[in-house]
């Protein structure tokens, strides 16, 4: 298509080849109602020398054109197979589709244009992706960047049930290596594909990861359970703080020919005999306990993260939700070394751009993991079901050594082609059942498995709605979609670098407030006084005379949103931040801490929000006085250093008057511009003593004396503490 004379307008033409809508219906139309000889005919009628013809010219470059289109995919194939000399209950009947018209497929698709890179990528199997298309699109659910190539078959084979295993493992390498026998041709010879903007492209699809879980990943290694199936460490080295050599596949294929020149592989017993000689084929809740429900029941409440209101300790089953909302919090509640090593190793690892610093880290923080997890054998919190157990025999930890090795930097990214990319695996299907030709498939199974793709799949996914606003604006009221990540930063409050917006209601939850009433409503005894000192320091003392006559709105929450601390480009979702005022259920307001950096302190520092409100009679106009404002109160950072155990800042809160007295000594409280704070941020109480029965969500922020300023809350604050603080 590269001579073709609409080929600079394919970018914004989203009919292309087709100059438009008219003539994609006369083509839609063609395809569908005549057989390709009458199409012929129509395209030779007189009619066309007294009227401009359509684009093609015949039936072979119309049906062409068709095949550039990206929307219906690689067609669904049944192949049905069987293993030489063992039955079946039913007939074995694979599911595909080719693997390498899977990538040729998305490498075209115009949707992913604005967010391919063209670095050497690799992919994955079964359920497949091009690691040319950025990973923040790419690993959306709702982008519908990975395609299914497979529906892999369990067939219950007619033999004694200790051999099952091993046939329905034999089947499975057979029915992959179909699936993917044109990409390993490919991954040799290279291959040349049209991508987004229509270029010709010369590429190869070496495989290189198979994310799966473990008893999978010892199926396709050909290793025993007792073995690691990436490194050559066996079961009793799997806790060892030493990296094994990598697992290699052509050591593995060598014992396997050598135990196939001594047995038949079709004599199951004699074989699996010899194959085993060759080695082929919660304990934090129990230190803690009660003690552990009671600490994350009183942590305060923010939203968007499970409150755990019934503890954690009786929980069998979690979902990956519910795990990644206990360990924001884990390290400060139980207060260890071991287990702040293991979290910060696991928010390094994914990490979604890494440098020589933060692989560094990550073998830090897994040393002092290995270094320290004695204290949990010795604490006999390590327990299976025959009690505590005195070993780390856990194979997660010995493929943990690998990371450092496996995950790739920029530098040398473009120093050798031959890079390793880890890729999560999202299971979501997105195809058609109908051909360029209009027609569905005669197979039955095939088509059940289309008609499943469409249910889940269609045009309301955020890639396809960006390129249809940007190529045809009108047709985008024709979609529906999930509700887009909102964009603060067209309408919203900017900061002053435009690096963070800000949004409230245009009505706000209160209006026309005086002082007196403000002050009253959200019990802040020092409101007036900090008023008057905010007009002073914006050189409008003169107000403070004034200050009983002006009036309040004000607000209940607003958003926050920030620009990825990892990607500059990419906007993040907004956060939710609360200041309620008090009331029956929280007795001292729903109020949440922020991080604040302005001109008046050299470091950042920490504050809740009390009150969020704007002036709205005034006597005069000035920039400092008609923005919306908030008031909060302080907190000190003890010592020049993080807390050594957890690596936290720990925070007490800030007084004015005697501290030692609580009758006489109040908050210290001040007024700034809402455009001053840079991050909401999670204070964990220090559970240093046996907790107070009065003590829950609603009040855990205002009665203990210390707090862990927690880095973990979630993965970008993660980076921004380290940079502002250090940490």
């Not at 839609?28 to 066309?48: A, G, P």
């Not at 960047?145 to 057979?174: G, S």
């Not at 029915?175 to 010879?189: F, S």
């Not at 003590?695 to 922020?701: C, E, I, M, P, Q």
């Amino acid at each position: 298509m590269q001579d073709h004379h609409l080929q600079p307008e394919r970018d914004v033409n989203p009919w292309y080849p087709f100059d438009g809508p008219g003539e994609w219906s006369l083509a839609k139309f063609l395809v569908e109602n005549l057989l390709q000889t009458q199409i012929e005919q129509f395209l030779k009628l007189e009619w066309f020398k007294m009227r401009e013809r359509p684009q093609f010219k015949s039936k072979d470059e119309l049906f062409y054109y068709l095949e550039q289109l990206p929307g219906c995919g690689p067609k669904w194939q049944c192949t049905e197979f069987c293993l030489k000399g063992y039955k079946t209950e039913q007939p074995i009947h694979l599911i595909w589709r080719d693997g390498l018209e899977v990538v040729k497929q998305l490498l075209s698709n115009p949707v992913y244009a604005n967010h391919m890179c063209y670095d050497p990528h690799r992919m994955h199997l079964l359920f497949m992706t091009i690691g040319n298309i950025q990973s923040d699109v790419r690993m959306k659910a709702t982008s519908h960047a990975w395609r299914c190539v497979v529906f892999m078959p369990t067939p219950k084979f007619i033999v004694n049930l200790d051999y099952q295993t091993l046939l329905q493992t034999c089947l499975w390498h057979k029915c992959v290596d179909l699936v993917c026998l044109k990409l390993k041709i490919a991954a040799c010879v290279g291959e040349f594909m049209v991508n987004a903007s229509a270029n010709r492209c010369f590429c190869f699809t070496p495989l290189i990861s198979h994310i799966t879980d473990l008893p999978e990943q010892l199926m396709i290694a050909c290793v025993s359970k007792n073995l690691s199936p990436v490194t050559t460490a066996t079961q009793k080295e799997f806790g060892d703080a030493i990296p094994h050599p990598p697992c290699n596949g052509v050591d593995t294929y060598e014992l396997i020919c050598k135990l196939y020149d001594r047995v038949d592989p079709w004599d199951l017993y004699n074989f699996l005999k010899e194959a085993k000689k060759l080695h082929l084929s919660g304990w934090v809740k129990e230190a803690m306990g009660h003690k552990l429900d009671l600490q994350f029941w009183s942590q305060h409440k923010h939203v968007g993260v499970h409150h755990f209101t019934s503890g954690v300790s009786h929980v069998k089953q979690m979902t990956g939700r519910e795990h990644r909302d206990i360990q924001r919090t884990v390290v400060p509640t139980m207060w260890g070394t071991v287990i702040r090593a293991m979290i910060d190793f696991i928010y390094l690892a994914q990490n979604p751009v890494h440098t020589e610093a933060s692989l560094k880290a990550m073998s830090t923080a897994l040393s002092d993991f290995h270094d320290h997890k004695q204290t949990i054998l010795n604490a006999e919190a390590r327990r299976g079901k025959g009690g505590a157990k005195d070993n780390f025999f856990i194979p997660k930890l010995e493929l943990m050594q690998s990371f450092t090795h496996m995950i790739p930097h920029k530098t040398s990214r473009q120093k050798d082609f031959e890079t390793i990319h880890l890729f999560k695996l999202y299971t979501l299907l997105a195809s058609s059942p109908v051909s360029a030709s209009g027609r569905a498939s005669n197979d039955p199974l095939v088509n059940v498995v289309s008609m499943e793709d469409d249910e889940v799949t269609g045009p309301e996914v955020d890639p396809v709605l960006a390129w249809i606003s940007r190529v045809n604006p009108d047709a985008q009221r024709c979609l529906h979609a999930p509700h887009p990540v909102r964009n603060h930063f067209l309408k919203g409050i900017m900061s002053d670098d435009a690096r963070i917006a800000f949004n409230v209601t245009i009505n706000p939850d209160f209006k026309c407030l005086t002082v007196l009433k403000l002050q009253t409503l959200y019990n802040i005894v020092d409101f007036l006084q900090a008023l008057h000192h905010y007009f002073t320091i914006h050189n409008h003392g003169d107000l403070n005379m004034q200050s009983s006559q002006v009036l309040f709105s004000a607000w209940f929450k607003f958003h926050i949103q920030l620009y990825s601390a990892f990607h500059e480009c990419t906007i993040m979702p907004s956060q939710l931040l609360q200041a309620k005022p008090p009331s029956s259920k929280f007795s001292y307001g729903h109020c949440n801490t922020v991080l604040i950096q302005n001109n008046r302190s050299s470091v950042p520092y920490v504050a809740q929000v009390q009150a969020v409100f704007q002036l709205t009679t005034l006597p005069i106009k000035a920039p400092a006085l008609n923005q919306v404002l908030a008031y909060v109160q302080h907190f000190n950072v003890i010592g020049d250093k993080p807390e050594p155990t957890t690596g936290m800042w720990r925070l007490t809160c800030s007084y004015l008057g005697d501290v030692l007295q609580p009758q006489s000594r109040r908050r210290c409280g001040s007024i700034l511009p809402l455009t001053d704070i840079t991050h909401g941020v999670e204070l964990i109480p220090v559970y240093n003593t046996l907790l107070p029965k009065e003590v829950d969500s609603s009040n855990s922020l205002e009665v203990f004396d210390e707090y862990f300023l927690n880095n973990f809350a979630d993965k970008e604050l993660y980076h921004t503490l380290a940079v502002a603080f250090g940490v």
